[in-house]
């Protein structure tokens, strides 16, 4: 018997010394150690700029074409329309309803880009209204993971020229988007986020590569890419302080970059690093990534996990 006991025994004092230590590095499906809404942000904020993205590009294809209904600069499983001009502006409608070109993502809604008319979309300064409307889309496998888009927001070409120019002349296309984003989320819960976001492409057509900045400034934060409330409804802060790179040969998803997430109403943070294979080991070359990592703190209580992209 008494051996029996101090079995039971050992083996307990075993599982509390695993669960201790485990708290301080979680793989994405075990992680429960860092304030919920921290990693909550976290996937919402990849989520949403996903989402942003698959619309974004599309915009920035069209505007480098000729603006009519020609196929030549059409998302797949969209149309293209366009209205009348009203006060100087006319407005165009991407409307989705299926798949994109990758088959990857699943989008319906309209994007609609407002431009006046004389804008000619690579001079430097160019400046157009993009508004999603009901904009929904999923990743192929994760239909409940569906996010739905309404915003307004300004696209400006800071520097000039398009897509197609890129090697050919020009060595880099740096776009400005400011504005909001409402968002809802899959458990249907809604948050409008403000965005303050520079978008720098370099690289050729088919093997493109995105850097990513925040310019935006809210009371003492600066160089905020993301800023707004929370599903917890906290106020929170998203700045970059290392640019994020995404490849075009990689789907658009981060390779590397930090970011910062900060809610100071609960004193508590969370550092995004990008860039780690399925081992949570940095990738390297033109090796593509599946997780990122995050570092989160609240007080003195602070760990550190590994998520999967979305």
């Known amino acids: 018997m008494k051996a029996q ?51 974004m590009n599309d915009v920035d294809v069209f505007l480098a074409g000729n603006h009519t209904k020609s196929t030549e600069n059409l998302p797949c499983n969209a149309t293209i329309d366009s ?18 070109c990758n088959h990857n993502r699943f989008r319906v809604g309209q994007v609609e880009i407002k431009k006046k008319v004389g804008t000619f979309w690579p001079q430097p300064g160019a400046t157009v209204i993009v508004k999603h409307i009901n904009f929904q889309i999923y990743k192929k496998g994760r239909p409940n993971k569906t996010i739905t888009l309404n915003g307004t927001k300004t696209h400006q070409n800071v520097n000039g020229g398009t897509i197609w120019m890129l090697g050919n002349g020009l060595t880099s296309l740096v776009y400005k988007t400011w504005g909001y984003e409402t968002v809802t989320f899959p458990n249907n819960k809604t948050r409008t986020w403000n965005i303050a976001r520079q978008k ?38 998203t700045r970059i302080t290392q640019s994020v790179v995404l490849r075009q040969e990689c789907d658009w998803d981060p390779c590397s970059g930090v ?10 943070s969370a550092t995004i690093t990008y860039g780690f294979d399925s081992n949570n ?4 070359g033109t090796d593509c990534p599946e997780k990122y990592r995050v570092d989160w703190q609240k007080n003195n209580h602070s760990g550190t996990y590994y998520l999967w992209l979305p």
């Not at 996937?43 to 700029?49: C, S, V």
């Not at 093997?207 to 905020?224: A, I, P, R």
């Not at 080991?281 to 390297?284: A, E, F, L």
């Open 281 to 284: 080991q940095p990738v390297t």
């Open 200 to 237: 720098t492409i370099t690289g050729t057509p088919g093997q493109l590569v995105m850097t990513l900045d925040g310019f935006g400034s809210e009371n003492s934060y600066s160089n905020l890419v993301m800023w707004g409330i929370n599903q917890n409804g906290e106020q929170f802060y």
């Open 259 to 268: 970011k910062i997430h900060e809610i100071p109403s609960d004193s508590k």
């Open 5 to 55: 006991k101090f079995i039971r025994l050992l083996i307990l004092l075993i599982a509390v010394t695993g669960l201790t230590f485990s708290g301080c590095k979680k793989d994405s499906n075990t992680s429960t150690a860092d304030p919920t809404s921290l990693q909550q942000l976290t996937e919402d904020d990849n989520a949403m700029q996903n989402a942003s993205d698959e619309a």
């Open 83 to 100: 209205t009348s001009v009203v006060n100087d502006t006319i407005t165009y409608y991407i409307t989705y309803n299926g798949w994109n």
